[in-house]
């Protein structure tokens, strides 16, 4: 079964500093990424998606994604307390665009002022 | 300000009740997800549709739940009956389907008693 794997946290940061998410799925011929934020009692929120190995950075918020690895990461540089929510990780299901995407179950991220 | 809406909000029903949630894709998403989220599981894939064709419905129990598109503006899935394992948030979300990305609607939270 194809899996996406997420530390749940809480991820604890102060204001100010780099917070740093990471993501692991079981599907090598996955061929699209994206985070979404989920504020407590809102619905998912996409910030990022990323296709390609390598770095791609929004604003404050970078995502690192390794093929190889099978790896995807975000870094949310200087973290504010609105920050704070739980981020989700997900991974297209197949080669073919378009397909229904595997959710992890999130990285809870508080950042304290 | 184009965005997938949901309802009811918020459905308190007994055991062995029907419940119908109705979703609203984005105009011109033809890709409209049915997820659940509960703390356990995380956001489960239900079912999925394109151009109102069925495409996927693995995640569905099918003894209980029936998932429709009666036309391009209107997703609706059943529950009957239902149980108290029910109990859970339900998103909609629309893509449109040249991609993977997804938008979610505000959710219906639904409570079986």
């Known amino acids: 079964q194809k899996e996406v794997e997420q530390n749940s946290g809480p991820l604890s940061v102060p204001e100010g500093a780099i917070a740093s998410l990471n993501c692991t799925y079981s599907d090598r011929v996955s061929q699209s990424f994206f985070w979404y934020r989920q504020y407590s009692g809102k619905s998912p929120e996409l910030i990022m998606s990323?296709?390609?190995?390598g770095d791609k950075e929004d604003g404050r918020f970078t995502a690192q994604l390794n093929k190889a690895s099978q790896y995807v990461s975000l870094l949310i540089r200087d973290s504010q307390p609105s920050d704070s929510a739980t981020y989700l990780c997900?991974?297209?299901?197949?080669?073919?665009?378009?397909?229904?995407?595997?959710f992890g179950k999130g990285t809870t991220l508080s950042v304290s002022s | 300000d184009a965005r997938v809406t949901q309802t009811p909000r918020h459905k308190v029903t007994e055991m062995g009740q029907e419940v119908t949630m109705r979703c609203q894709p984005i105009?011109?998403?033809?890709?409209v997800f049915w997820y659940r989220q509960t703390m356990m599981q995380g956001l489960e894939l239900l079912a999925y549709f394109r151009n109102r064709a069925p495409l996927d419905d693995s995640g569905m129990p099918k003894d209980r739940f029936s998932a429709e598109m009666p036309d391009a503006t209107l997703a609706t899935l059943k529950i009957q009956p239902s149980e108290p394992r029910d109990s859970a948030v339900y998103f909609c979300a629309s893509g449109p389907g040249s991609q993977e990305t997804q938008y979610f609607g505000p959710g219906t939270r639904l409570l079986v008693l």
């Open positions: 105009l011109g998403h033809n890709t």
């Open positions: 997900a991974v297209n299901n197949g080669r073919q665009a378009g397909t229904a995407l595997i």
């Open positions: 990323i296709y390609s190995n």
